[in-house]
Every structure is written in structure tokens, then in C-alpha cells.
């Protein structure tokens, strides 16, 4: 028995350090390949482009273990972004624009948490629907065309600007968010709830958890990183892209996935979405820097998501889950 515990403790810790160790072997890689890899340009970069990307896989972390799933976070992204540069080209300051396109962010959230929770429409249906809807909504808004006129310049350094000369304003970002969403999961009841719901939800539900108003707020948090990610996005062109976020929300949920989290509920850790995340990130820079061209790119990456999903149901599986 003792021997079969510690067989099933090494085989635990080789899943959960599996993709850290797999994106320290990444990088190793990559920097004996191209000689351009490990220079702070090139990881500044590989930071700024793929910033919007973690903080919506941080929000979607806390989803993803409740036992849900958004499928509208691209949609929401455009939309709560359009909202805050709409604000901007009226002569609103740029942080009450940004903060509003939070606001619109978490508005889009919480709607899909009302639909799951209080109508109990599935989740993926309910957050299909509405990322039509929100996608409807940023083209009648825009008649589809950018918003670009009167958006103040120095909107963009919050994607393109530094700390102190050195340091990405994205990466302070990430590093905010990403302690305090760790200490939310951990040592909040927020954090536990969501665990609790995400691992059965009617022994939540009998327990005395308040299952509809937690998953309202868990939606919520992802909303609101969600708007913060797209104001993110619409600061690198300084510009309002209707078009934007299209097909995210599979790079989000692979990056949490890869990171350790169950598309069934019940695991997920902020520190493993960053790291699934970077992944995703080293390869397709890897892919630029050897000159594989974009459409190589999306098969690499789409065959990633499939095997990281296979990874997850294989391991639900073993330990007698309830993968398909």
C-alpha cells in the first residue's frame, strides 16, 4: 500500500510540474536555435503580445474550475474595449475609459453567470449565444468600422510603455493580477467555493454554498479581467478593432488546460494558466524566429489544444473521473 501511495504521489507531481518543466526545456531549445530568443527585446515582446491572452486565462481559471466554461471572452473582449475607446474619442480621461471598459467587461460577465446560474442554460450554450450577441453588438455600435479618431496617443502605453525605462507595463499587470488572483483561489471562500462548485456542484448546493450568486461573481472577476485584456489590445493600435478577439477564447481555455486545469471542474492554479500560457507564447515566437510561416502556426497550435484536452481526459480517467 505505501508503495503504491508513493507511486501515485511521483506520477501526481510529474503531471503537475509537467508544464513548467515543459517550458523551461522550451526555452532551452529555442535559445540554442536562434541566438535572438533570450534577448530582453524579444521576451519584452513575447510579453506585450500575448498580455491580453493571461489576464483573460487568469479570469478564465476561475471559471474553468467552477465547471464552467466562456465562450464569449473574444466578444466580450471588443465590446468592453469598444466601450472604453468610444469614451475616450468623447474626451473622457484615459483611466475612466479604461476602468469603464473593466466595467463593460464585468457588465458581459455577469450576464453570462445569470443565464448559467438562474435559467441553468449550459454553459457553453449560454456563453455561445452570447458571444454572438456581444459580437452584434460592437458592429452596430461601430457599423463595423475602427474607432481611431480622437483616442489620445499616450493610450498606448499601456501596452506599449515601461516602468522605470526597463520594466513592460503589461508584465506589472500580470504580476498584480496574477498574486492577487492566487491568493483569491487559495485563501478566499470565493476561491474555495469555486472549487467546491467545480468539483460537485449539488454537494455545494447542499452544503449551504449559494450556487447562483457564486457563479454570477465568478463570470464577473473573468468579465472584468476580460474588459482590462481588451483594453490591453486596443492600446497596442491605439484603436478600436471590431474584429477583435476573434478565436481567442480557444488560446484561453488551451492555456488553462495546459496549465493543469479540468475541463470537468474542481483544479486549476493562476501559476500553472501563466505558465500553459507561455507556452502557447514561447511556440509561436519560436515559429517567427524559424521562420514558419502563420499558417503552419495555427495547425501547430490547434494540435496543442487537442492534445492538452486529451491530456486532461486521459488523466480524469485514471484516477476514475468522469472524462468521456
Not at 453570462?112 to 452596430?140: H, K, Y
Not at 455600435?141 to 493610450?155: A, E, K, M, N, Q
Not at 516602468?163 to 504580476?175: E, N, T
Not at 493580477?177 to 456542484?201: D, E, F, K, P
Request: net charge positive; aromatic share 8%; with cysteine.
Amino acid at each position: 500500500m505505501p508503495e503504491r501511495k508513493k507511486t501515485e504521489f511521483l506520477r501526481t507531481s510529474y503531471e503537475k510540474f509537467l508544464p513548467f518543466v515543459s517550458l523551461v526545456v522550451l526555452a532551452i531549445v529555442l535559445s540554442a536555435f536562434s541566438k535572438h530568443f533570450f534577448t530582453w527585446q524579444n521576451i519584452s515582446s513575447i510579453i506585450r503580445q500575448h498580455a491580453q491572452i493571461i489576464v483573460m486565462a487568469i479570469g478564465m481559471t476561475f471559471i474553468i474550475a467552477s465547471g464552467g466554461i466562456d465562450l464569449s471572452i473574444g466578444s466580450g473582449m471588443a465590446l468592453a474595449g469598444i466601450c472604453g475607446t468610444v469614451l475616450m474619442t468623447m474626451g473622457v480621461p484615459i483611466v475612466w475609459s479604461v476602468m469603464v471598459g473593466c466595467v463593460g467587461g464585468f457588465v458581459c460577465g455577469a450576464i453570462n453567470g445569470l443565464l448559467i446560474s438562474c435559467l441553468r442554460i449550459s454553459p457553453f450554450i449560454g456563453t455561445l449565444g452570447t458571444m454572438q450577441v456581444f459580437r452584434g453588438l460592437v458592429l452596430v455600435v461601430t457599423r463595423g468600422l475602427p474607432v481611431d479618431v480622437g483616442i489620445p496617443r499616450s493610450f498606448g502605453n499601456l501596452r506599449n510603455g515601461n516602468l522605470f525605462g526597463v520594466i513592460p507595463i503589461p508584465l506589472v499587470l500580470i504580476l498584480v493580477i496574477a498574486v492577487v488572483g492566487s491568493l483569491t483561489l487559495r485563501y478566499t471562500r470565493l476561491g474555495r467555493y469555486c472549487y467546491a462548485i467545480g468539483s460537485n456542484v449539488e454537494a455545494a448546493r447542499h452544503s449551504g454554498i449559494r450556487v447562483a450568486k457564486y457563479l454570477v461573481l465568478i463570470y464577473a472577476v473573468g468579465g472584468f479581467l476580460t474588459g482590462l485584456a481588451g483594453m490591453i489590445e486596443f492600446s497596442s493600435l491605439v484603436s478600436g478593432q471590431p474584429t477583435a478577439g476573434v478565436g481567442y477564447e480557444l488560446r484561453v481555455i488551451a492555456a488553462v488546460v495546459i496549465g493543469g486545469g479540468s475541463l470537468m471542474g474542481g483544479e486549476g492554479t493562476v501559476s500553472g494558466t501563466i505558465v500553459g500560457a507561455l507556452l502557447m507564447a514561447l511556440i509561436l515566437n519560436g515559429c517567427t524566429l524559424l521562420g514558419i510561416s502563420d499558417f503552419v502556426q495555427q495547425i501547430v497550435m490547434g494540435a496543442l489544444i487537442v492534445l492538452a484536452v486529451t491530456f486532461d481526459q486521459l488523466r480524469r480517467r485514471r484516477l476514475g473521473g468522469d472524462g468521456l
